[in-house]
């Protein structure tokens, strides 16, 4: 069975624009976690989507946003970049929320 | 939110040692994972372990839901074991991460 597929692996955006990320589930999983790790602030919840619906949403400004489709796969998006925003950005699937499994992740870099 | 802890921060191992690695979690939780993140960013599942003891290889872990913390056992340390190490616990649909530990094996 395939893991969970993040694209694009590298991205790298200046201040102000804006940014997609995309992440594949693996196949049967329904659930879709999104998390931000930096070296000041480790590992942080954004939000996690079941069945196209935001369930949790974590501490993070109304910038980063994301959706999920009918096939599960999830968008993340964050608008208006700072600088603060360069991270690895991590996704991981579950069944109903029990283990998660995380993807390669997409590493963000703001100029 | 939950807090998770992690101890020790680093660790410095010569390669066929043993070491324990712990968390601690402030709160009840239904879902506790322990993780290696490899040099290349990527989490990769060691134990999903909400409660008792889950052994695989020369990796094994507890945890004590009551007293909440758990326990992840490395035997015979190898090289290809280092990088760091994190703790994951969570209610149902949002994990909270300890800051890790950072684990060197030296040959």
């Known amino acids: 069975k395939a893991g969970v597929t993040q694209t694009p692996r590298y991205l790298i955006k200046t201040r102000g624009q804006q940014v997609t990320l995309s992440c594949s589930p693996i196949?049967?999983?329904?659930?879709v976690s999104w998390y931000q790790q930096t070296p000041g602030q480790g590992l942080q919840f954004l939000f996690e989507?079941?069945?196209?619906?935001?369930?949790n949403k974590g501490n993070f400004p109304g910038r980063f946003s994301g959706r999920q489709f009918s096939n599960s796969r999830s968008e993340m998006n964050v608008s208006t970049l700072e600088l603060g925003d360069s991270a690895l950005y991590l996704c991981?699937?579950?069944?109903?929320?029990?283990?998660?499994?995380f993807g390669p992740g997409t590493r963000l870099t703001v100029l | 939110g939950i807090q998770v802890e992690q101890s020790p921060p680093d660790l410095i191992l010569q390669e066929g040692a043993n070491s324990t690695l712990r968390c601690n979690f402030s709160?009840?939780?239904?879902?506790l994972q322990w993780f290696h993140q490899n040099p290349w960013g990527q989490l990769i599942n060691l134990f999903y372990?909400?409660?008792g003891t889950k052994q695989n290889g020369r990796l094994s872990a507890t945890t004590v839901a009551t007293e909440r913390y758990s326990l992840l056992y490395i035997s015979s340390s190898q090289t290809t074991d280092s990088g760091v190490y994190f703790c994951?616990?969570?209610?149902?649909?949002?994990?909270?991460f300890g800051t890790g530990t950072s684990l060197t094996v030296i040959p």
């Open positions: 372990i909400p409660s």
């Open positions: 991981a699937s579950s069944l109903r929320s029990y283990e998660q499994f």
């Open positions: 196949s049967g999983h329904r659930s």
């Open positions: 709160d009840s939780v239904n879902n």
């Open positions: 994951a616990v969570g209610t149902g649909n949002q994990f909270y």
């Open positions: 989507y079941f069945s196209e619906t935001q369930r």
